[in-house]
């Protein structure tokens, strides 16, 4: 499928975008960056349960065949394991079935599109897109403000740590307006407000993100970033649990096996 990895300069894009790294998920399918049909999900079921009607729910509702398709975009992280890895294996199986284009955008990236495109954050304040991690942790990247609307998010790398520690570490890195956005930063909007800064606001509007995704999608591929369904690469920040108690265990178990010294009296 070597093909697929070209750039995309078509007049009329059709994309399908997809998101599952937050709770309820969304599904979109856009012609350039009109949206033809938004799913939003049921954060109730899992993106297992769900995820094949939505797909299909979103498609019928534009009236597009999948093989119509020319791209096909889905959130690479940070989010929950579990329901990353199910988007992008949908979309890897979906890409390889119809012999598409896909491309992974970062979901901090879409929230801070959002902010600027949807919400109606104006263009020269910063972004702070927080995501919830779960553990009292969020997952987070700052925006610097963009020219043009078409621009792509310009944001630090991601990271992963506690509101407070993100706060202070924002409080030496970025100044002038901020706009926190996210279902992390309402989450911990009190804590935000706490910090006493005038110039931050908590947005308290969570759009779905399949819209932003298949707008910074496009931009991607026009630019020669998309590619065949193996090149996808997850962005998980955090390292999957499974891998944090394997390496608990093998601590443990180097250190169960040093035999203890027995007690002696008078260091003898």
């Known amino acids: 499928m070597r093909q697929l990895r070209k750039t995309i300069r078509s007049y009329r894009v059709l994309v399908l975008a997809l998101d ?24 109730t079921r899992t993106h ?32 929950a394991f579990t329901g990353l890895r199910i988007g992008l294996a949908a979309v890897q199986g979906l890409a390889m079935v119809v012999e598409k284009p896909v491309v992974g955008v970062s979901a901090l990236d879409a929230w801070a599109a959002t902010a600027w495109d949807e919400v109606g954050v104006p263009a020269h304040t910063t972004i702070a897109a927080w995501m919830d991690a779960q553990r009292g942790e969020v997952f987070s990247a700052v925006y610097l403000p963009r020219e043009d609307a078409a621009d792509l998010p310009s944001g630090t790398e991601p990271s992963v740590a506690t509101p407070e520690i993100t706060l202070r570490r924002m409080a030496h890195s970025a100044g002038g307006p901020i706009a926190f956005a996210g279902d992390g930063a309402r989450r911990y909007a009190e804590t935000i407000t ?20 298949a707008r910074i999608g496009r ?14 690469r997850p962005l998980y920040v955090r390292r999957p649990d499974v891998e944090i ?8 178990g180097m250190y169960g096996a040093i035999p203890k010294r027995p007690f002696r009296r008078n260091g003898r």
């Open 245 to 252: 108690e394997r390496d608990r265990q093998a601590v443990s």
């Open 48 to 79: 297992g349960e769900r995820l094949p009607g939505e797909l299909q729910a979103a498609l019928t509702a534009a009236d597009v065949d999948v093989r119509r398709l020319d791209l096909i975009v889905v959130a690479s992280g940070p989010g």
């Open 20 to 43: 599952t790294t937050t709770r309820a998920g969304s599904v979109a399918v856009t012609d350039d960056d009109r949206v033809l049909a938004l799913v939003e999900g049921d954060g």
């Open 194 to 213: 706490a910090a006493q800064e005038a110039s931050w606001t908590v947005i308290d509007r969570s759009p779905p993100l399949a819209p932003a995704l």
């Open 219 to 232: 931009r991607l591929a026009a630019r020669g970033l998309s590619g065949p369904p193996h090149t996808l």
